[in-house]
């Protein structure tokens, strides 16, 4: 019986998959984040969010990659892939939530769910905090005040030190006025706080896709490890083997490998009361779960970027 040469090619294309599918990848490393951390100094990230569940569903890649599991060694993060760099130290996370979810009467539900969700993360108990303010209800219509965010978040970076905020982008990845309204307000925040003065402060945003990139699923971080490949190798032959591929990007991009997909989709099954058909669909095909792409944020006030 014939075998179509389709199948050779095929299983011999599997270890290759699976080899690209094991190990997570990153472009930069945490200076991508903070060119200012270094051995003696690790950088302080605050990440922002709008609800329970915004940790797993769109910054797992990244939260895993910067927090070591209970099976990696504290002491440096991933550093750089050239072979002769220093690891540098892995970063203090810090996570602020800006409302407990309430929108459907939940909010103690999805407090202690947001509790649980962090601890399989990673995230110290002693770096995480959750509003319930009135001003930041969790309403699927509602655009949060730009300025209330901006104040509510520079206290928590001048009390900790904050030098790196991450948060949603524009678009806020769903679309969704929660999200954008951080994004405004970090913004507003960079416009009117004398950074470079009082703190070294950047912020990053979570690159949106359009909805079809958004779920290509598994073939996300495969095409992106190809696509990371390829660009090293290229700028090796044209730069030689110390090139500029191991400095930080100016769009940070961190790859989940299988276990950090794990343990975020061990967070994400925190939130029982989110377990609705669609957000398993959601863990199986979304990018998100895979590959976290960041711009930096610019600074806008009154509506003007600067």
């Known amino acids: 019986m014939a075998i179509c040469p389709g199948l050779y090619v095929s299983l011999a ?130 655009k949060w005040d730009a300025s209330l965010i901006a104040a509510t978040v520079d206290r928590y970076v001048l009390d900790y030190n904050i030098s790196v905020i991450l948060t949603f982008d524009s678009y806020g990845v769903s679309g969704h006025p929660n999200h954008i309204s951080l994004y405004r307000g970090v913004s507003l925040l960079l416009a009117t706080s004398p950074a470079g003065i009082r703190y070294p402060l950047v912020a990053y945003s979570l690159t949106s896709k359009q909805l079809l990139a958004k779920y290509t699923g598994i073939l996300t971080p495969v095409f992106v490890k190809l696509k990371m490949a390829f660009s090293r190798a290229l700028d090796a032959m044209v730069h030689g083997a110390k090139s500029s591929s191991s400095a930080s990007s100016d769009r940070p991009i961190f790859v989940a490998g299988i276990k950090q997909y794990h343990r975020t989709v061990v967070a994400t099954l925190q939130h029982r009361s989110q377990r609705v058909w669609f957000r398993w669909l959601y863990m199986a095909f979304s990018q998100y779960m895979w590959v976290n792409e960041w711009e930096r944020i610019p600074a806008i006030a009154g509506g003007r970027v600067l």
């Open 13 to 142: 294309l599997l270890p290759l998959l699976f080899g690209l599918l094991l190990q997570p990848s990153h472009s930069g490393d945490v200076s991508s984040f903070d060119p200012n951390t270094s051995l003696s100094t690790p950088s302080r990230l605050l990440l922002l969010t709008a609800h329970p569940d915004d940790e797993t569903f769109f910054f797992g890649p990244t939260l895993t990659s910067l927090i070591p599991s209970s099976e990696t060694s504290v002491s440096t993060s991933p550093g750089s892939n050239a072979p002769d760099s220093v690891p540098l130290p892995f970063p203090h996370v810090y996570s602020l939530c800006f409302s407990v979810g309430n929108a459907d009467g939940l909010g103690n539900v999805r407090r202690l769910e947001l509790e649980n969700s962090l601890d399989i993360i990673g995230v110290a108990k002693d770096n995480r905090w959750v509003l319930d303010n009135h001003e930041f209800q969790d309403n699927i219509t509602a």
